[in-house]
């Protein structure tokens, strides 16, 4: 029975979905460079810096891209008593973002992560070098007291959903298992710290999936194989979803029913800057599935969103106007068929990077054999497209709310099994 194409809901014409981010935040820092000579003192180029600008990073960037999305979160987080932590601080209420439930923790180092940009005079910059300041330990829970006594099971249940966002600094290790009663719990999680067992959905980048099903990244060199992986992921935690990112590939979505997804990726051939798009992907995600829209819809929101992000430098959050054009022009996902669900001997099929078509044989057990499209069926494109995006509305509020592709909205925001 076909069904009217689930929209997202404008924020101006109904209340905001409150979300709770639960993670490490970060101060992400840019310095933009011009290169001048070589060193005397060792073959190394010199850069004169031109300008230095921060923005929220981790946790902090998936809570900065939920504001832009048009959702009311709170971000959960611990912050050193120091010069980033006070920064960091600083920007995310000049976001609008406020300070409830930021911890500032005495003696420990507010996580910094410095990218140097660097390109000769009219031309686009890149990346030539990234330092890393990181806690000498993760922050634990008795360093918490002021989260420990906010973060209670009564005021997960209150929110429409959570996020852990886990970067390994300890926010999220101490107090994901508190996201545990929530309606809708969507874990980003990070090798090799697990998720919460039952999240209503994970969203592992290509390295992290590999490594917590077992693989090497590098064996995950096409759709069969990194759907095979998101099984076992899947399983393993209890997830209901599974949003596999896969960088210039898109997303990979599978479903307790072994239904699998997959979207290219979105946005321009020549990506500026990938720092952050994670972020934007799993705050629309979330976002999405929170207000009723369908699992495939909203990894192809996620998928537009991420989109737009990436031709910027910098960690960023999507723009309306740009989010609007992206969804016009935005990929269809596409249903990977096969002779049974994944996991058990049958054929998946995917597009290859050069557009053509190919079939890859999997076993629970085995190793995998190449077919070509012909034996997967007679020649045909075995991959059925999902129905265009729409464009996406504007809000007063200069928020956006966006018309996601044809897909039937649940009767429920899609709670945990």
Not at 129 to 157: G, N
Not at 223 to 230: I, M, N, P, R, Y
Not at 319 to 324: G, N, S, V
Not at 386 to 412: E, F, K, V
């Amino acid at each position: 029975m076909n069904r009217p194409p689930a929209q997202m809901p404008a924020p101006s014409a109904q209340r905001s979905f409150e979300i709770v981010v639960i993670g490490d935040a970060v101060l992400d820092r840019y310095v933009l460079a011009r290169p001048t000579r070589l060193s005397r003192e060792a073959p190394v180029p010199v850069f004169a810096e031109q300008s230095v600008r921060d923005s929220p990073g981790g946790a902090a960037n998936v809570a900065f891209n939920l504001t832009a999305l048009g959702a009311k979160p709170l971000l959960a987080a611990a912050l050193g008593s120091d010069a980033e932590g006070l920064r960091l601080a600083q920007l995310l209420r000049a976001r609008g973002l406020g300070d409830r439930g930021l911890e500032f923790v005495e003696h420990w180092t507010t996580p910094l992560k410095t990218r140097v940009l660097a390109a000769e005079s009219h031309r686009t910059p890149a990346q030539v070098l990234r330092l890393d300041r990181e806690p000498p330990a993760p922050v634990r829970l008795d360093q918490l007291p002021s989260l420990d006594a906010l973060v209670t099971p009564e005021f997960i249940e209150r929110s429409d959903a959570v996020i852990v966002s886990d970067y390994g600094y300890g926010t999220a290790r101490a107090l994901q298992k508190r996201a545990g009663a929530a309606a809708l719990l969507v874990c980003d999680p990070r090798w090799p710290l697990e998720p919460v067992q039952g999240a209503t959905a994970l969203t592992p980048n290509l390295d992290d999936l590999a490594r917590f099903a077992g693989r090497e990244p590098r064996e995950l060199d096409d759709l069969g194989s990194v759907a095979e992986a998101a099984a076992c992921m899947r399983e393993r935690f209890g997830a209901r979803w599974l949003l596999a990112t896969l960088g210039n590939r898109g997303m990979l979505l599978l479903d307790g029913e072994g239904r699998v997804l997959h979207v290219p990726a979105a946005g321009p051939r020549r990506v500026v800057d990938v720092s952050g798009a994670g972020d934007t992907a799993v705050a629309a995600f979330t976002l999405a599935l929170a207000q009723g829209i369908d699992a495939g819809a909203a990894m192809a929101y996620a998928n537009a969103a991420a989109g737009t992000v990436v031709m910027r430098e910098g960690t960023s959050v999507p723009d309306a106007d740009e989010l609007e054009i992206a969804l016009a022009v935005a990929p269809r996902p596409r249903t990977l068929e096969g002779t049974g669900p994944i996991g058990s001997v049958g054929s998946v099929a995917g597009r290859s990077d050069d557009g053509s078509v190919g079939a890859r044989r999997t076993a629970a057990h085995g190793d995998a054999v190449e077919n070509t499209a012909e034996n997967a069926g007679g020649g045909a494109d075995v991959l059925r497209p999902m129905p265009a995006p729409a464009s996406p509305t504007r809000t007063a509020a200069g928020t956006h709310s966006a018309r996601m592709p044809s897909a039937a909205r649940t009767t429920d925001p899609e709670p945990r099994p």
